[in-house]
């Protein structure tokens, strides 16, 4: 089946204590990034990477880092979490090969971090 | 970038087809319209897209104005099931999404 999978879905922190957030797509995807939900401000893109070892910020890429050592994964980290980091967050992976307009975002089913 | 408009909610009876209106009156000739939905706190599902000509497929249809600047997405039989916040985007590509408030709809029994 395919799907983009997460890791942990609910996560509870103290502040600075580095955490990652693991993300794994099994449809071969050359594009994956990084979402935040929060409360009346939609979802906001942290970073997207194009293919392995190309990565890119987006709106909000303050204090995350990512990684695209393997197509497959793309790990969120947070260094050193802060309360102003928990949100909900969402991993997503589409193809582009061929037309990128064409292209359809996958995404996973949400990672709920608290960071106390 | 395009901004969009959508009402803030919609109500649907069950059965009925809901159509859910959204105004991009500054799209540009490259920018396509995007539907995806969002069913609780699930991650966002892709609906349809479409460019100018209007496209159907076994969820929706997206109907695209001839001018492109609105377009209405079309759930032909909406069931209890189809209760979900809908975002409608503008962009050239998948890229860099930017999803706003969207349109909660609610379907009724």
């Known amino acids: 089946e395919a799907q983009v999978t997460q890791n942990p879905r609910y996560l509870i922190t103290v502040t600075g204590k580095k955490l990652t957030v693991t993300c794994s797509q099994n449809?071969?995807?050359?594009?994956m990034s990084w979402y935040r939900q929060d409360p009346g401000l939609g979802l906001r893109q942290i970073y997207y990477s194009m293919n392995v070892e190309v990565t890119d910020k987006g709106d909000v890429p303050e204090g995350y880092k990512v990684s695209r050592k393997e197509k497959r994964n793309f790990p969120l980290i947070l260094e050193s979490p802060s309360p102003n980091q928990t949100s909900l967050y969402f991993c997503?992976?589409?193809?582009?090969?061929?037309?990128?307009?064409?292209?359809?975002?996958?995404f996973g089913e949400g990672s709920r971090l608290t960071v106390l | 970038d395009a901004k969009t408009t959508q009402p803030t909610s919609m109500d649907c009876a069950e059965g009925r087809a809901a159509n859910l209106p959204c105004n991009h009156s500054t799209i540009s000739g490259n920018e396509y319209v995007y539907w995806y939905r969002q069913i609780h706190s699930q991650g966002p599902q892709y609906i349809i897209h479409?460019?100018?000509n209007n496209e159907t497929n076994e969820m929706a249809s997206l109907i695209i104005t001839e001018d492109r600047k609105s377009s209405t997405l079309i759930l032909p039989h909406a069931t209890l099931r189809d209760t979900a916040v809908y975002y409608c985007i503008v962009r050239p590509t998948i890229l860099d999404m930017r999803f706003g408030a969207g349109t909660r709809l609610t379907v009724k029994p």
């Open positions: 479409g460019l100018k």
């Open positions: 449809m071969n995807h050359e594009y």
């Open positions: 997503a992976s589409s193809s582009l090969s061929g037309s990128r307009e064409t292209g359809e975002l996958f």
